[in-house]
């Protein structure tokens, strides 16, 4: 995995005001007290000039933003230094369709093939009062000041790199207003701010598959996919496939180190099996799903309970930090696993079994979440799903090994480490 995209939601001050009801009542109860982030695939990643097909029956939005591109590895740096790692400026288009709650992840709405356009970079010196101006047919339909944003640049980065590592070429998109510009097939949308190059795209109603040159696949990951896990935390079975995303800063690998933060209550493991895509995947049925399967691995999704917020759930902050995915290397191959559906997951915490359970309790099996996904993405070679955990979980502290495992599949071991060893680790 290379470059992420990072993109925040309720940065600006017209979003904040038009949620600020709901934010007092359930599920949310309380405002958002941190950035509220999510991550735009590589699926969505597009360039200046390229046509790009909008969903049919749907309505899509666009969203005109400003994108800092980050320009040397960037771990808990300072809001005063972090103007240092910034390389430059581009202009953004951060699409959507309608977004009706923060609760859970909005991946059907913001994961869209194309839905993240992006232009040329280059360095700017003052964006504390920058206009974004969208045009649709060469007609301006909004203008907006990066004054009226709640965090700046700089504020973003600090707040990002507190628990991830940046690296050079990742980048933030610095949030919208709350309307949104809606866009029709034979549209040319345009998005302008002085001293940036624009970014113009055409869109279409004609469906296409248009991979990125790059080689960076997208992790995505299963919330409460096993009914007894969703009870272990006091949470119905969903209905609807959970599905968020991992950014590469999480991973490592076998016989690593993971951190766990100073001062916490709670973090716990996640034996998981992951799903390796073989070859692109568009509009899949489930009944031809696994032969778009390369093979499996393991890995083991931590999570830390005490920072999460019930809104946009799970939020960065407890699934997407540093080191806390580790991921088996070793790909088996799909035909060496006869029954995905029908395999043992355990954990074992200092040589002791903690969690077993077995994937046929999963709430959405693995041909399901490959028609599911590709019924409005395109998944490429080498993306992964990590298709969620059974009950069994437990607090893990510095000094604990912890062995993941899955039936015919693999082994993985890592061991964790409070912040002072790691950083001690990194001189």
Request: aromatic residues 8%; proline residues 7%.
């Amino acid at each position: 995995m290379k470059r992420s995209v990072f993109a925040v939601a309720l940065n600006h001050s017209s979003q904040t005001e038009k949620w600020n009801d709901a934010f007092h009542q359930p599920p949310y109860k309380t405002p958002p007290k941190t950035p509220v982030w999510f991550i735009k695939p590589r699926n969505t990643q597009r360039q200046s000039g390229d046509t790009i097909a909008l969903p049919a029956n749907q309505q899509t939005y666009s969203g005109g933003t400003l994108a800092v591109v980050i320009g040397a590895t960037a771990r808990k740096v300072s809001v005063a230094d972090a103007p240092r790692y910034i390389a430059g400026y581009a202009l953004a288009n951060e699409l959507s369709l309608a977004e009706e709650s923060f609760y859970r992840p909005a991946i059907k709405a913001k994961c869209r093939d194309g839905f993240c356009p992006i232009g040329e970079a280059v360095p700017l010196a003052d964006v504390s009062a920058l206009d974004i101006v969208t045009e649709v047919n060469g007609v301006v339909k909004q203008s907006w000041s990066t004054a009226d944003l709640h965090r700046n640049a700089a504020e973003l980065i600090a707040a990002l790199s507190d628990f991830a590592m940046l690296q050079a070429s990742d980048v933030i998109l610095l949030g919208t207003p709350q309307e949104r510009i809606p866009v029709s097939a034979g549209d040319t949308v345009t998005i302008k701010a002085q001293g940036l190059p624009p970014l113009s795209n055409l869109f279409t109603d004609r469906e296409s598959v248009q991979l990125q040159p790059d080689n960076h696949p997208t992790l995505f990951a299963l919330g409460l996919n096993y009914a007894d896990h969703a009870a272990e935390l006091e949470f119905k079975a969903p209905e609807e496939p959970l599905i968020f995303i991992k950014a590469a800063n999480t991973l490592t690998g076998d016989n690593s180190v993971s951190v766990r933060p100073d001062h916490l209550e709670y973090m716990h493991y996640e034996a998981e099996l992951v799903v390796v895509i073989g070859k692109t995947a568009r509009g899949v049925k489930r009944a031809e799903a696994l032969d778009y399967v390369a093979g499996y691995t393991v890995c083991n999704d931590y999570a830390v309970r005490d920072y999460l917020e019930n809104y946009y759930r799970p939020n960065l902050r407890v699934k997407s930090r540093d080191t806390l995915t580790p991921l088996l290397p070793r790909v088996t191959p799909r035909e060496a696993v006869p029954d995905v559906q029908n395999l043992q997951l355990k954990t074992f915490v200092n040589g002791e079994l903690t969690q077993s359970g077995t994937t046929r309790d999963m709430v959405f099996d693995v041909a399901f979440l490959i028609e599911y996904l590709s019924e409005f993405m395109t998944l490429q070679p080498g993306d992964m799903i990590a298709t969620g955990t059974p009950k069994g979980l437990a607090d893990v502290k510095p000094g604990d090994e912890v062995v993941v495992e899955v039936e015919g599949v693999g082994r993985l071991t890592n061991r964790i480490v409070s912040e002072q060893q790691f950083e001690e680790s990194l001189k």
